[in-house]
Structure formats: structure tokens, C-alpha cells
């Protein structure tokens, strides 16, 4: 695992877009959501980069009822997450509770939201993109991200695209509020790239 080249994304802010406030049923405080940890994981880490393991344990079962004086299971369950990062192992534990007239669709929802809650907290040891940033009140490393300008092969797509076109460069960069072709912003480039695509080539 190259530490070296992870760090930096590791130490990204979180951006605000991810970020999610809290719900009547959900968590208290403002969160990511499970799918967007295990996103941002393989983004960073690789696909094959990471692994993690559960240990499932049950904490309460029980047969109650609900507010309206129906009859429905109640599952509480507690799961212990280690996730493992190269030579680098982190574990934490996650809490989830069900509520359901079947006993298995209890189980599961308890079972589900503890796995979720525990790979989350322990993805969130290894920074601000996994959620760490939101336990700073100061919310300093929370912040929309940085634009980055395209890459040097990007340009000279760009360049040779705009020289066969007879597009002068100029045009695009004040189009785009840029001093030079090399400052585009990263997320312009497929948009600009289309429509040099679709300019007709001189006669």
C-alpha cells in the first residue's frame, strides 16, 4: 500500500455536498451515509486495497408493542467492524436496533444498521473523507473541494483538438475565466472537449 500517495486524499476536507443532517429515525448528529464510505474506500484504497470483517452480536430480542398497541418484534444488536488496510488494522463497533411485525425483518434491520454503523466508525479512524471531520465542532476540515486544473495530457488533448478546429485558445480561457489553457478546471474538460468535437473543421 503506497501511504505516501493515499495520504493527501486522506487528509481532503470533507466536502458539505456528503454530508447529511440528522432525521427523526436516523442519526443524532450530521453523517455520511454507509454506500458513500464504502465509495470513497474503494476510490481511495483501490478495490482490492481493503477488506473488512464483521462480529454480529445479539443485544436484545424481544416481542412488544408498538405506539398504536399492535404487536411487533423488537431486535437490538451490536457488531464490532475491523477493517484492514494493507499492514494497517482498525476496529470499532456500530449499534442497530429493528422494529417490525416478523421477527426476521427485525433482525435484519437491527443487523444491517449495526454492520453500517460499525464499518462507517471504523473507516472514520482514517480521516476526514470517511466522516471524522463532523466530530470537530470547529468543522475546520469540512469544506467544499478544491477545483483542479486539468492534467498535462488533458491540455494537450485540448491544444491539438483546438489547433485542428482553428479554435484560438483565447476564446475558451475567457469563456472560462482562466489567465491560460492550463488552469481549466479538471470538471470542465469533458464539456469542453465536446464541443471542439462538434466544431466543424475549416474549409
Known sequence: MDWKTITP??????????????????????????????????????????SYTIDMQKADLREGTNSKGDMQWQAAYVCICTVTVGEVTRQDVGYGSGFAKGIGDAIEGATKEAATDALKRALRTFG????????????????????????????????????????????????????????????????VLARLNKTPVPA
Open 128 to 191: 476526514n473523507k470517511f466522516g471524522l471531520a463532523l466530530y470537530d465542532k470547529s468543522r475546520g476540515n469540512v469544506g467544499a473541494p478544491e477545483a483542479k486544473p486539468i492534467t498535462e495530457p488533458q491540455y494537450l488533448r485540448i491544444k491539438e483538438l483546438a489547433d485542428q478546429k482553428g479554435v484560438d485558445t483565447s476564446k475558451i480561457c475567457a469563456a472560462l475565466n482562466i489567465a491560460s489553457l492550463p488552469e481549466m478546471p479538471a470538471d470542465k474538460f469533458d464539456s
Open 9 to 50: 486524499l486522506l487528509e481532503e476536507k470533507l466536502n458539505p455536498a456528503d454530508v447529511h443532517p440528522p432525521s427523526k429515525f436516523g442519526p443524532k448528529g450530521d453523517y455520511i451515509e454507509g454506500w458513500h464510505a464504502i465509495a470513497e474506500a474503494n476510490r481511495i484504497f483501490g478495490f482490492g486495497g481493503w
